[in-house]
């Protein structure tokens, strides 16, 4: 079942409270486990369920389908990205480690 557009709004809003939050840009910043991506992800919003650390390689590749990016205060570059029929994907690159978050569908 994809994601509604509802829900996809979630990416955007997630985004827009990193970038007002110095204290959240910087403990991302020092992320390097999945399981603390997950805890820091779902204190700001509950609907994104799925994340993954993602490789360097993947996080920069050029995307199909660019929908937004920049650049947060501590230096975190971001993008959503829209997966070829499917859902939107936010990547991060942080100072430890790389993800990508999005919402898991049904």
Do not use: H, Y
């Not at 990416?11 to 110095?22: A, G, S, T």
């Not at 995307?63 to 959503?80: A, C, F, M, N, Y």
Request: glycine fraction near 4%; include cysteine; aromatic fraction near 4%.
């Amino acid at each position: 079942m994809p994601v509604s557009a509802e829900a996809e709004v979630a990416l955007p809003r997630f985004v827009e409270v990193v970038r007002q939050d110095e204290k959240l840009q910087n403990q991302l910043n020092e992320v390097d486990e999945i399981e603390t991506l997950r805890g820091l992800v779902q204190a700001v919003e509950p609907s994104l369920t799925g994340s993954a650390l993602i490789p360097l390689e993947q996080a920069t590749r050029s995307p199909k389908i660019l929908v937004d990016s920049g650049l947060t205060d501590q230096e975190i570059p971001w993008r959503l990205l829209r997966c070829t029929g499917g859902p939107l994907v936010l990547q991060m690159i942080c100072r430890k480690a790389n993800f990508a978050i999005w919402i898991e569908s049904c």
